[in-house]
Structure formats: structure tokens, C-alpha cells
């Protein structure tokens, strides 16, 4: 009995100790929390699932949200990708081959040999501000991105500006020639 409440002791004591100070990533880890890509502003969204009992943890597994980067919007942005690489990323094949592309107008989409999806998010002069690597966003995530980061341009006849080649008439689904040299 007495090591029992040795125990029970020692472990009051660790989680007293943890509870005021924040995790470390191996803490978090262990919680199923990756500290680096967590937000605090997803802490506050447990609550619409029933998921109360997780907060304290994860608002000591989150990082702040920054403002000003989820404010930053740009002019262009160009995804690219090879083709030979959907079956590898078939939420980015997904996003491209389906309607939501034509939603962004100032969104291109360029076909790379060999490249792995990466977007380059561009000034109104044209250039490069950031390139970022696409590899793990699911299809939602990719339209959410661009809608938060995107300028929004005005609709200019229906017109949109991206370049995903869709033949109404051609039903066959070879995406593979727009490799082609």
C-alpha cells in the first residue's frame, strides 16, 4: 500500500508540474499534438465537437497565431506539379481535375516534369514572394489557402485565368500528355 501511495504521489506531482508549464514537442507528440503546426485558434474549435476535455493540453501544445501572416494576401499564385505525380498526391489531383480552380482567377496551374506540388505565391510585379511545398495539404486545404491568400479579383466576363486544359467533348483522361515534349 505504501508504494502505491508513493505512486500516486509522484504522479500528482508530475502532472501538477506539467499542467503549469507548457509541453515540450515530445509531450505534445504523445498527446497526438504536433506542437509546431498547431494553432491556438484550433484549441478553440474542440469545443464545436464535443472535444472539451482536450483543450488545457492542446492550449499547451499550440503556438499563437500570427495576424499579420493570415492577412497577407497576393497578387498571383502559380501551383505546379507533374502529372506523373498524382497517383503520389491524389488530393492535389483531385483539386485540380475538379471546378475549384475556376474559382481563382489569378490562380495558374503549370505542369513541371518531376516536380513535386509546390505553390509560388507572387507580388503584382510578378514576383516570387514564397514558395511553399504542398505535399501533405488535402484538397480542402489547397482552396482554403487560396481563398484566405489570394487577392480577390473582380469577374471579368466569367473569364478565369487558370490553366487546367479540360476538353468537354474528350472523355478520355490521359493527364499525362500535357507532360509531353
Request: glycine share 4%.
Amino acid at each position: 500500500m505504501k508504494k502505491f501511495s508513493v505512486l500516486v504521489f509522484s504522479l500528482l506531482a508530475i502532472l501538477s508540474r506539467q499542467t503549469r508549464a507548457e509541453f515540450t514537442a515530445a509531450n505534445c507528440r504523445e498527446l497526438g499534438f504536433i506542437k509546431t503546426q498547431l494553432m491556438c485558434s484550433n484549441c478553440e474549435k474542440l469545443d464545436d465537437f464535443g472535444l472539451e476535455t482536450l483543450k488545457p493540453h492542446c492550449k499547451q501544445c499550440c503556438t499563437q497565431d500570427q495576424q499579420p501572416a493570415a492577412q497577407r494576401t497576393y497578387a498571383k499564385a502559380i501551383l505546379e506539379v507533374c502529372t506523373c505525380k498524382f497517383r503520389a498526391y491524389p488530393q492535389i489531383q483531385a483539386f485540380i481535375q475538379s471546378g475549384r480552380p475556376a474559382k481563382f482567377p489569378n490562380l495558374q496551374i503549370k505542369y513541371v516534369r518531376g516536380l513535386d506540388p509546390i505553390v509560388k505565391l507572387l507580388d503584382s510585379s510578378g514576383k516570387v514572394q514564397e514558395t511553399l511545398s504542398i505535399t501533405k495539404w488535402n484538397t480542402d486545404t489547397v482552396e482554403e489557402f487560396f481563398e484566405t491568400h489570394l487577392a480577390k479579383e473582380g469577374k471579368e466576363g466569367g473569364k478565369s485565368s487558370y490553366s487546367v486544359v479540360e476538353d468537354a467533348d474528350d472523355d478520355d483522361d490521359d493527364y499525362l500528355r500535357t507532360n509531353r515534349i
